[in-house]
Nanobody, 125 residues
């Protein structure tokens, strides 16, 4: 079982910045050799589907939603299975609950997703 924990949300004025952090860890010793293939950030507002914001593979390849390109940057931390999302030039449209997702690679080539509980980001105008 993999636990995913996010932090760093909050309230910021339009044009400001926030940095979100996410760490994935195994809950039991036997599972600590797990491999995370990809980690990413998603966001959701009331009444809408959860959408991809940015994600990064174990090899460092990144993907961004068009709405955040040039403003948000996803990066891997020095600690294993940690990622950051630097969010700059925030607008009220970025207000949402941000979720971190970690995808564990399985022997058959598939991946198993684990989600954090989410962190609220609110951008005031």
């Amino acid at each position: 079982q993999v636990q995913v924990v996010e932090s760093g949300g909050g309230l910021v004025q339009s044009g400001g910045s926030l940095r979100l952090s996410c760490a994935a860890s195994a809950q039991i010793e036997a599972a600590r050799s797990f491999n995370i293939e990809r980690m990413g950030w998603y966001r959701q507002t009331r009444g809408k589907q959860r959408e991809l914001v940015a994600r990064i593979t174990r090899g460092g390849d990144t993907e961004y939603a068009d709405s955040v390109k040039g403003r948000f940057t996803i990066s891997k931390g020095n600690a294993k299975n940690t990622v950051y999302l630097q969010m700059d030039s925030l607008t009220p449209q970025d207000t949402a609950v941000y979720y971190c997702k970690a995808e564990q690679s399985l022997p058959d080539g598939l991946t198993l997703p684990y989600w954090g509980e989410g962190t609220q980001v609110t951008v005031s105008s």
